[in-house]
């Protein structure tokens, strides 16, 4: 990739900024919306553990502490360690 080629070595992690602003409740409550990030929070811990550097939650509504206690028992340890709110 470009990155790889810009800082002369391998890059094969990611940093990932989730900004939460305006994220309503029922976005938050939808039962499609939730299944979604489900199956993306285990697609990529199945398949890319390794390349998740570090994610960084932005802006997020008093709301999703609420939530975030739902989500983080689903969560690895090892993933956990790199989410940041």
């Known amino acids: ?6 800082a002369r070595q391998l890059v094969d992690s990611t940093l990932t900024i ?3 602003q305006g994220l309503s409740w029922w ?3 939808n039962s ?3 299944g979604f990030v489900s199956r993306l929070v285990n697609l990529q811990e199945k ?3 390794e390349t998740t550097g570090k994610v ?3 802006n997020a ?3 999703f502490s609420a939530i975030w206690s739902f989500i983080k028992p689903l969560l690895a340890e090892r993933t ?3 989410i940041s709110i």
């Open 32 to 34: 499609n919306a939730k």
């Open 47 to 49: 398949n890319y553990p």
């Open 80 to 82: 956990l360690a790199k």
């Open 56 to 58: 960084i939650i932005i």
């Open 61 to 63: 509504p008093s709301i």
């Open 27 to 29: 976005e938050m409550t």
């Open 18 to 20: 989730v900004d939460l």
């Open 1 to 6: 990739p470009a990155c790889c080629i810009a």
